[in-house]
């Protein structure tokens, strides 16, 4: 017999009637969550890309990314912990990709200490391109930018800004 078929991952765009679920799941993921004034104001930018991830009708994942000037930040991603390791991080991405342009410039912050997104956003092209001391407060714990580039994607940093 073979097993069943995994269910289907929706990815939609997030609304606000999505927010108390993102702010459960938010509390979940992180020590530090957003707030529910938060995900409003990111909600209320014209020119952010806000996705929701949806298994058999229940949020299960979102990802917020705004824009600055030509630069895309990715400003949080978070998956439900009881649905993680079953590719909701990656279907938000793929979906967030192909909203933006193919030559975009996206970049992030992640904790030094989080192997788990790291290797997550390697795996889309992005590269460590810096840091950012004791960025998080509740700990101390550094930041790592991360940039998403045509060049990230050849194994270069040559067009990430900042760099010299
Ligand atoms: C990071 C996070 C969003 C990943 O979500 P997810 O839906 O479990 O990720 P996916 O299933 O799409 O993982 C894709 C790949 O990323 C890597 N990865 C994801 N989580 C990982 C982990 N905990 N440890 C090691 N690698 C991991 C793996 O390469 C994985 O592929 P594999 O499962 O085939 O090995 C999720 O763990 C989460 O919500 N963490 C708490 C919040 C957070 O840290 N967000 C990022 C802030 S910058």
Same mark, same amino acid.
């Given at each position: 017999?073979?097993?069943?078929?995994?269910?289907?991952?929706?990815?939609?765009?997030?609304?606000?009637?999505?927010?108390?679920?993102?702010?459960?799941?938010?509390?979940?993921?992180?020590?530090?969550?957003?707030? #529910?004034?938060?995900?409003?104001?990111?909600?209320?930018?014209?020119?952010?890309?806000?996705?929701?991830?949806?298994? !058999?009708? !229940? &949020?299960?994942?979102?990802?917020?990314?705004?824009?600055?000037?030509?630069?895309?930040?990715?400003?949080?991603?978070?998956?439900?912990?009881?649905?993680? =390791?079953?590719?909701?991080?990656?279907?938000?991405?793929? =979906?967030?990709?192909?909203?933006?342009?193919? %030559?975009?410039?996206?970049? &992030?912050?992640? =904790?030094?200490?989080?192997?788990?997104?790291?290797? #997550? @956003?390697? =795996?889309?092209?992005?590269?460590?391109?810096?840091?950012?001391?004791? @960025?998080?407060? %509740?700990?101390?714990?550094?930041?790592?930018?991360?940039?998403?580039?045509?060049?990230?994607?050849?194994?270069? &940093? %040559?067009?990430?800004?900042?760099?010299?």
């Amino acid at each position: 017999m073979t097993a069943p078929p995994a269910a289907a991952i929706q990815v939609r765009r997030l609304t606000y009637a999505d927010l108390p679920q993102v702010v459960a799941i938010e509390r979940r993921a992180f020590t530090s969550p957003w707030s #529910l004034a938060m995900f409003v104001l990111e909600l209320s930018k014209a020119s952010g890309i806000c996705l929701a991830a949806e298994i !058999e009708g !229940e &949020l299960v994942g979102y990802t917020i990314c705004s824009r600055y000037d030509t630069v895309w930040h990715i400003m949080n991603v978070a998956v439900d912990p009881e649905t993680r =390791r079953r590719g909701i991080a990656t279907a938000l991405l793929e =979906r967030l990709l192909e909203r933006v342009a193919p %030559d975009s410039q996206l970049t &992030l912050e992640v =904790r030094k200490s989080n192997d788990g997104a790291i290797a #997550l @956003y390697e =795996r889309f092209g992005f590269r460590a391109a810096g840091v950012r001391r004791r @960025y998080y407060q %509740d700990n101390g714990e550094d930041a790592l930018i991360m940039w998403r580039t045509p060049a990230t994607q050849r194994g270069s &940093l %040559d067009d990430v800004p900042g760099m010299p």
